[in-house]
C-alpha cells in the first residue's frame, strides 16, 4: 500500500472544459501539416486544367513540355484510360473530354513548381468546344447536349419516398404554401488548401499522405482510378488544415499525384493554390425545391411535398446523394403525416459538389424552416406556438421509421424563446415593420433535426479501437477516428482518462495510419464522438475489467470493491489508495504468468442500413436544435447586421463542454456566410470569384454574439448520454435569419444568400407592390 | 533561365540570417522553402486571409505579398519566434486554454496580429479586437473563442515587443 497518496474521490470528467491536445503544437508553428511535409527526392505535381466548360480534346501534345530540363514525367488522359472511379463511376484521374471547366487534361512532376508550371504552359491543346448544360432544367431539356455518352439524358441519381395520401391530405388542408427555393453553390474554404503526396515502393505498394477524413474506405474508392488492389494501399493522415466533408471522398488530384508517383518511381506532391482549391474542390449541391407544406385552420400539419432538382455537375460525388438526408427533413421535420418526395439529378457543365458540414439538411432547412415560419403567419399564430404544436416528443417514429427515441426539441424551443423573449420581440417588431425608419429589427426563429449517431449508409457504421498500457501506466488508442480539427483526440483523451483514472496527458492517440489502426467510416454525418466515444469508452472499460481482475489476485481484494482513480487502485467507496497503477501493470507484466494491458473493440451501432426505400432507423440517435437570429437591416442598403443568435440543441449530454461550444460556434460561422455573403458566382460553367476578395467568409467583426443552451436529453445509446452536435448549427441559423427578415421587413428571400442587393431589391419590391395597393403575400399562401 | 539572387542579411526571431534570394521571391516562400520556417501559412497568396503574417520591424504584415529582399536589414519574427524559453508565449497558451485552435492553419498568422494588436494596445477590448483581427480568416472556430482568448491576455501586459 502506498503510504504518501491520500484518499481519491471520484470526480467525472464528464462535461468538463478539456483543451486539445494538439492545440500547443499548433499554437506555436510546430505542428507540421501535410502542407509543409517535404520528403527526400519529392517532385512537385502540377495540373493542367481545362478552363471552359465542354469541349473536345482535338489534339494534345506534350512534347516541349517533356523536354524541359528537370520535368521527370508528363501524362495526359491516355494515361488514365479505362480507370474510371466515383459513386457513378463517371469520373477518371485525367480527361479525355471536357465537362467542366476545372477537369484535369494533363499533370507535370517536375523538380520544383516552378519547373512544373513552366512545363504546363508548354502543352499544347486545342480544343473544339461543345454547346454546355448550366442549369439542370436545361440539362433535362430532350435537345440538351449530352455530357456523359453513358447517361442518356444527363439523368444522374433519383430519389422517392411517399407516405401516406397526398391528395387526400391536400384536401384536408386549409392552408398550403408553395414555393420553389434556390439554395446556391458555396464551398468549403478549407485554410489548408488540397495536398496530396503519393510515393509506391517496389512491391507496388502506395503510400498516400492525404487529407481524408474517411480512410477505409478511401482505399476502396481511390483503387479502381489506379487499377490497383485497395489492400496495396497505405493512408497516411498528417494533420490538416480543415475538411468540413470536403475530403470525404476521392478526387483527381489524389490518383493524379500516384500516377505520376508511379511513372517516376518517386514521391510526388501535388497542393493546390487557393485559385485551383476555388475552382477545382468541390461544392455544397445546389438544389431547386418545390416545396410545398399544408395545415389546418388550427395549426396543425397535414402534408410536405417537395420536388428537388439537383445540378450534379459534370461528375457524381457526394453532393446528388444529399436526397438521403434531404427527405429525413422533409419528413421528419416536425409531426408531418403525409409526405411525398423525390429528387432528381441533372448532369451539367458545372463544378461539382461533395458533401459539406449539413449534407443536405442545410438545404432543405432552408426550406422547410421558412414554411413553418409563413404557415404560422397565414394561421395566425405566434411560430413558437406552431412549432410547440406540431413537435414530436420522445418515443415517436417518423414516416421513414427514425425512432425519435430521446427527444427534445420541445426543450429547446422553450429555452431558446425564453432566453431570447422570442414572442414579445416577434410582436413588436412585426407592428413596427411599416412604420418609418431606415434600420429595422427583427427576430427570426428556426429549428431542424439531423442524424446524432451515425449515419447507416454504408454496410457498416462501426469503428475498430485498440487500447494498449505501457510499464509506466501510459495509454495509447489506436483508433479509425479521424482528426480534421474537430477535437475528437480531446473526446478520446477524456475519456480514457475518465474510465482508467489517469492524467489526460498520459494519452496518446494513434489514428492517422490506416496500416496500423482498424476500421471506421470515417469523419462524418455528426458521427465521431457518438461512435468513437462509444468504441473508446468500450475498449476503456475492458482494460480496466482487466486491470482489476489482476489487482483482486494480487491484493486479494474484489474487483467490485475497486476502482482506478488518480493513476491507483482505490478502494471503490471511499478512495482509499492501495497500489500506484503503474506498479500494478508491472507485477502484471514481469510475473510468471505474464500479462499485457491490450484490448481490442468493434463497435457497431443499433441502427438500420439506409435501405433502398429509405425506411429505416438509419442513425441510433437523431437531434434538434433551435436557433433564434435577432437581426438589424438595413433597408436602405439591404444589409443585414446578425445582433445575437440564441441557440439551444439537443446534445445529449456534454462530453467536452469546450469542444462543443467550439463546434457549434464554428458550425454556426459557416451557416452564417451561408446565409449572408457566400456565393460561387459560376457563369456559364466559369467561375467568377475564386479568391477571398470575391468570395466573402465571415469575419471577426460579423460574428454576433452567441447565446448557448445544450440540452441533455440523455441518449440512452450515445457515449455517457452524448449525441453527434457538429452539423446542426450549419443547418438552422440561414432560415432563422431569414424569418428574422421578414419579421423586420415583411420580404422573404427564396435564394440565398441574403446579400445586401438581394435584399434590398426585395424590399424595393415590396415597397413598390404596397404603394401600389397590392396585398404583399409574401408566403404564397393560398386559402383552400 | 534563374533570376537574379541578391544577398540579404536580417534578423529572424533574434538569431541573424543572410541567404541568397531571386529578386522574385517572396518573404513567405523564402521562410518556408529556404529556411524551413513552416509554421507561417500558405492559405491565399494575395493578402486576403492573414495566414502568413508576420511581423517585420513591430509591424504585422502578409509575407505572401512581401518580397524577401525587402527584409535585408530588418527585424523578422515569425510564430517559432514567440516561444520563450519558459514554454509558449502568454497568448499562445491563451488560444490553447481557451479552445481557440480547431484544425489551427490559420492560428500562426492569427496569433501573431494578435499579440501585436495586444502589444500596441495592452487594454485591447473585444470589439478592438474583433476589428483588429478582420484581416485574418478561420473557417473552423467562428473566431469567438479567439476573441474569448484574446479578451483573457488584454490589461495583463504580456505582450511587449515579441523579439528577444
Redesign the interface.
Known amino acids: 500500500m502506498e503510504k504518501t497518496a491520500n484518499p481519491t474521490t471520484k470526480q467525472t470528467l464528464i462535461g468538463t ?1 478539456v ?2 491536445p ?3 503544437d ?8 501535410i ?2 511535409m517535404v520528403l527526400p527526392q519529392m517532385l512537385i505535381g502540377k495540373v493542367l486544367f481545362a478552363g471552359r466548360p465542354h469541349a473536345r480534346i482535338v489534339r494534345i501534345d506534350t512534347t516541349a513540355a517533356q523536354a524541359l530540363p528537370g520535368v521527370h514525367a508528363v501524362l495526359t488522359g491516355q494515361d488514365a484510360t479505362g480507370l474510371k472511379f466515383g459513386f457513378s463511376r463517371d469520373n477518371v484521374a485525367l480527361k479525355d473530354k471536357v465537362r467542366c471547366e476545372h477537369d484535369e487534361i494533363a499533370a507535370v512532376a517536375a523538380e520544383t513548381e516552378e519547373i512544373a508550371l513552366r512545363a504546363l504552359a508548354l502543352i499544347e491543346v486545342e480544343y473544339e468546344d461543345l454547346p454546355g448544360v448550366f442549369t439542370p432544367e436545361a440539362g433535362a431539356r430532350e435537345d440538351a447536349p449530352l455530357i456523359h455518352d453513358n447517361f442518356p439524358g444527363n439523368k444522374s441519381l433519383h430519389f422517392e419516398f411517399e407516405h401516406g395520401d397526398l391528395a387526400e391530405a391536400e384536401a384536408a388542408s386549409d392552408i398550403i404554401v408553395d414555393n420553389v427555393f434556390r439554395p446556391h453553390h458555396v464551398t ?6 488540397s495536398c496530396a503526396i503519393a510515393d509506391f515502393d517496389h512491391n507496388g505498394k502506395l503510400t498516400i499522405w492525404t487529407q481524408t477524413q474517411y480512410p477505409y474506405n478511401y482505399k476502396m474508392d481511390l483503387a479502381p482510378a489506379l487499377g490497383i488492389n485497395p489492400g496495396d494501399i497505405r493512408v497516411i493522415q498528417p ?6 466533408g470536403s475530403k470525404l471522398d476521392v478526387y483527381p488530384y489524389e490518383p493524379i499525384a500516384a500516377l505520376l508517383a508511379k511513372k517516376t518511381g518517386r514521391p510526388v506532391k501535388v497542393i493546390y ?2 485559385e485551383e482549391e476555388f475552382k477545382a474542390s468541390p461544392t455544397r449541391q445546389a438544389a431547386i425545391i418545390h416545396m410545398r407544406t399544408g395545415c389546418t385552420r388550427d395549426g396543425v400539419l397535414t402534408f410536405r411535398s417537395a420536388d428537388v432538382l439537383l445540378d450534379n455537375g459534370a461528375y457524381t460525388s457526394w453532393g446528388p446523394t444529399i436526397p438521403v438526408i434531404m427527405m429525413r427533413t422533409v419528413s421528419g421535420h416536425y409531426r408531418v403525416p403525409v409526405v411525398d418526395f423525390k429528387a432528381q439529378a441533372i448532369y451539367t457543365n458545372n463544378p461539382y459538389a461533395g458533401s459539406f458540414r449539413g449534407y443536405g439538411n442545410v438545404q432543405t432547412t432552408w426550406a422547410t424552416a421558412q414554411q413553418m415560419d409563413m404557415l404560422a403567419d397565414l394561421v395566425d399564430m405566434d411560430p413558437l406556438a406552431f412549432h410547440l404544436k406540431n413537435a414530436q416528443r420522445s418515443g415517436e417514429v417518423t414516416p421513414q421509421k427514425s425512432f425519435l427515441r430521446e427527444c427534445a426539441l420541445v426543450e429547446c424551443l422553450e429555452a431558446a424563446a425564453s432566453a431570447s423573449d422570442y414572442s414579445r420581440k416577434r410582436t413588436e417588431y412585426a407592428a413596427l415593420r411599416d412604420a418609418p425608419g431606415r434600420y429595422k429589427k427583427g427576430i427570426g426563429l428556426a429549428s431542424s433535426v439531423h442524424n446524432a449517431g451515425g449515419a447507416k449508409i454504408h454496410k457498416s457504421d462501426g469503428i475498430g479501437t485498440i487500447l494498449k498500457m505501457d510499464d509506466y501506466a501510459r495509454v495509447t488508442v489506436i483508433t479509425g477516428a479521424s482528426e ?4 475528437i483526440d480531446a473526446v478520446i483523451t477524456l475519456i480514457v482518462a475518465e474510465e482508467l483514472g489517469v492524467p489526460l496527458e498520459h494519452v496518446t492517440i494513434v489514428n492517422n495510419d490506416s496500416d496500423v489502426a482498424p476500421w471506421d467510416v470515417g469523419v462524418h454525418a455528426s458521427r465521431t464522438t457518438f461512435i468513437a466515444g462509444n468504441g473508446t469508452r468500450r475498449a476503456a472499460q475492458k482494460a480496466k475489467a482487466q486491470i482489476l481482475n489482476a489487482a483482486e489476485r494480487m491484493l486479494g481484494e474484489p474487483t467490485e470493491t475497486l476502482d482506478l482513480r488518480g493513476g491507483q487502485v482505490v478502494f471503490e467507496r471511499d478512495g482509499t489508495p492501495l497500489i500506484q497503477l503503474e506498479r500494478l501493470l508491472r507485477q502484471m507484466h514481469f510475473k510468471a504468468e505474464p500479462e499485457l494491458v491490450m484490448v481490442t473493440d468493434y463497435y457497431e451501432p443499433k441502427s438500420e442500413p439506409e435501405g433502398a426505400r429509405h425506411i429505416s432507423d438509419h442513425s441510433a440517435a437523431y437531434s434538434h436544435a433551435v436557433h433564434i437570429a435577432e437581426i438589424t437591416v438595413d433597408t436602405l442598403t439591404g444589409e443585414i447586421t446578425v445582433d445575437k443568435v440564441t441557440a439551444a440543441q439537443d446534445v445529449g449530454r456534454v462530453i467536452n463542454r ?2 462543443l ?2 463546434q457549434v ?6 451557416g452564417l456566410g451561408y446565409a449572408l455573403s457566400e456565393n460561387m458566382q459560376i457563369d456559364k460553367g466559369m467561375l467568377k470569384n475564386a ?3 470575391d468570395y466573402k ?5 460579423e ?1 454576433p454574439p ?1 447565446d448557448l443552451h445544450f440540452i441533455e436529453s440523455n441518449c440512452a445509446e450515445g457515449p455517457y448520454g452524448a449525441k453527434g452536435i457538429s452539423e446542426l448549427p450549419t443547418i438552422v441559423i440561414a432560415p432563422a435569419i431569414a424569418n428574422a427578415l421578414y419579421n423586420a421587413t415583411g420580404v422573404r428571400i427564396f435564394n440565398p444568400p441574403m446579400s445586401p442587393e438581394t435584399v434590398a431589391r426585395a424590399i424595393h419590391e415590396r415597397r413598390a407592390q404596397t404603394n401600389a395597393g397590392k396585398v404583399a403575400t409574401p408566403a404564397e399562401g393560398l386559402a383552400v | 533561365m534563374m533570376s537574379v539572387e541578391t544577398e540579404i542579411r536580417f534578423t529572424l526571431n533574434g538569431r541573424p540570417v543572410s541567404l541568397k534570394v531571386p529578386a522574385t521571391m517572396k518573404t513567405l516562400a523564402m521562410l ?1 522553402d529556404r529556411l524551413g ?10 493578402g ?2 492573414g ?1 502568413c503574417t508576420i511581423e517585420i520591424d513591430g509591424k504585422t504584415v502578409n509575407s505572401c505579398l512581401m518580397y524577401a529582399v525587402d527584409c535585408d536589414g530588418r527585424e523578422v519574427v ?3 519566434g ?2 520563450t524559453p519558459e514554454g ?1 508565449h502568454p497568448v ?2 491563451a ?5 481557440a ?8 498568422g492569427m ?1 501573431m496580429q494578435a499579440r501585436n494588436l495586444l502589444a500596441n494596445n495592452p487594454e485591447l477590448t473585444r470589439e478592438q ?3 483588429g ?15 474569448d482568448a484574446v479578451e483573457a491576455v488584454a490589461g495583463k501586459n504580456t505582450c511587449g515587443r515579441a523579439t528577444p
Open positions: 472544459r483543451k486539445k494538439d492545440a500547443p499548433k499554437a506555436t508553428g510546430k505542428t507540421r501539416y502542407n509543409d468549403h474554404c478549407c485554410m489548408g488548401t494533420p490538416v488544415g480543415g475538411a468540413f493554390s487557393r480534421i480539427g474537430q477535437g469546450m469542444g461550444e467550439g460556434e464554428g458550425g454556426l460561422a459557416i479568391c477571398f476578395r467568409l465571415i469575419t471577426a467583426p460574428m452567441l | 518556408r520556417m513552416t509554421g507561417t501559412k500558405y492559405a491565399c497568396g494575395e486576403e486571409c495566414a515569425t510564430i517559432e514567440l516561444r509558449l499562445q497558451q488560444f490553447v486554454d481557451h479552445g485552435v480547431q484544425c489551427g492553419f490559420c492560428m500562426p496569433i479586437a474583433q476589428r483581427l478582420e484581416g485574418n480568416l478561420c473557417r473552423c472556430t467562428g473566431y469567438t473563442k479567439v476573441l
